[in-house]
């Protein structure tokens, strides 16, 4: 399968690797590694701009390492020299794939080098929505001694939206803390799911059976407000819901009036259409609610895993190779 002309039989020298991502090359072994590559790497990270900064450099971009911030027409304008677009993670519902392919781009991600990280995070919450340890913090803190008594997870049932690499691993830790597993998921893998115990419903029988729901989706329109009021008024009063997928995914206007009417225990949110989030919103006046700044996959094995999958997909590119992760594979035709 040939590459485009652009890519094939290119060596190091001058190559131009912008990130939107933060994460990218900061931790392990990939500092050394990218130093060794001779490669500038350009780091679009402002967050104060919707692209990072990206636009300021694209012109002379070769590689584009993708984080958050989209990659679409808008930003592909004048990117005469970029070669293919590097997801620095899973999700590439932030990527543009027809603009991309219009242009004759290959796009790859990193499937499951952020996956345990983000399993891990899920049980952090759960944990927390469990026994009030955001609350008990506080109370410290600031000098009280509020003690709420908080819930076992023991014998309670998790509900997983997406029984793919990331919930895979999820579930099996559940299942070590003695929890019973259901899922939700349009390609369900059953022979795991028949090796691990775990019940297959779907989506709206999900909710009213679990005592925590984590949302493991993609984002994007096929799954906007898929969590919306009548969804969360078939969960129990009792259950918590995590969204540690995208924040489309769940309408918060309708989660927080969940919460404050007792509708729902409460709610784990990592993930938000907007980053930085309004914290204007009512969701953010909360007691049980418990927010991280979308660090679900933000551990230093993660980041590394992630940063050496994207450094060896461009050298990859570079020797003329097409990355076995090609998530767009027609561009190589010619």
């Known amino acids: 399968m040939p590459l ?19 994460g990218f090359g900061r931790h392990g072994q990939l500092p050394q590694v990218l130093e060794q590559t001779g490669w500038e790497i350009i780091r679009c990270t402002d967050t104060s701009r919707p692209d990072g900064g990206l636009s300021d450099h694209i012109r002379r971009v070769d590689f584009l390492v993708a984080g958050l911030p989209p990659v679409n027409a808008e930003t592909l304008k004048g990117a005469d ?8 993670g899973v999700g590439i519902d932030s990527i543009d794939m027809a603009a991309c392919t219009a242009r004759r781009l290959p796009v790859t991600s990193t499937p499951a080098a952020n996956s345990n990280a983000v399993a891990e995070l899920a049980v952090g919450l759960m944990f927390s929505l469990s026994r009030n340890i955001a609350q008990g913090h506080v109370s410290v803190t600031s000098g009280g001694w509020e003690r709420r008594p908080g819930i076992e997870v023991a014998g309670k049932v998790l509900g997983i939206v997406g029984l793919g690499n990331i919930g895979k691993l999820l579930a099996k830790k559940a299942i ?14 059953r022979i795991f799911m028949a090796d691990h115990g775990i019940e297959l419903l779907d989506l709206d029988a999900l909710l009213t059976r679990a005592d925590y729901v984590s949302l493991h989706v993609f984002g994007g329109a096929g799954n906007a407000a898929l969590i ?9 009063p009792t259950a918590c819901l995590m969204n540690l997928a995208r924040g489309e995914v769940v309408d918060n206007d309708a989660l927080a009036d969940a919460i404050e009417t007792g509708r729902l225990r409460g709610a784990a949110i990592d993930a938000f259409v907007t980053e930085p989030p309004d914290i204007s919103h009512p969701l953010f006046r909360s007691k049980n609610v ?17 940063g050496m999958m994207v450094v060896n997909d461009i050298k990859d590119f570079l020797a003329g190779i097409s990355p076995s992760r090609v998530l767009n594979p027609e561009v190589f035709a010619s």
């Open 4 to 22: 485009p002309h652009s890519i094939a039989g290119d060596t190091a020298s001058g190559i131009v690797v912008a990130t939107t991502s933060p």
């Open 228 to 236: 919306g009021k009548d969804r969360l008024a078939l969960m129990k």
């Open 81 to 88: 020299r970029l070669r293919a677009v590097l997801k620095h």
């Open 290 to 306: 418990v927010f991280t700044p979308h660090s679900g996959a933000d551990s230093l094995e993660a980041f590394e895993n992630m």
């Open 176 to 189: 070590g803390l003695g929890m019973t597993v259901v899922a939700a998921d349009l390609y369900p893998d």
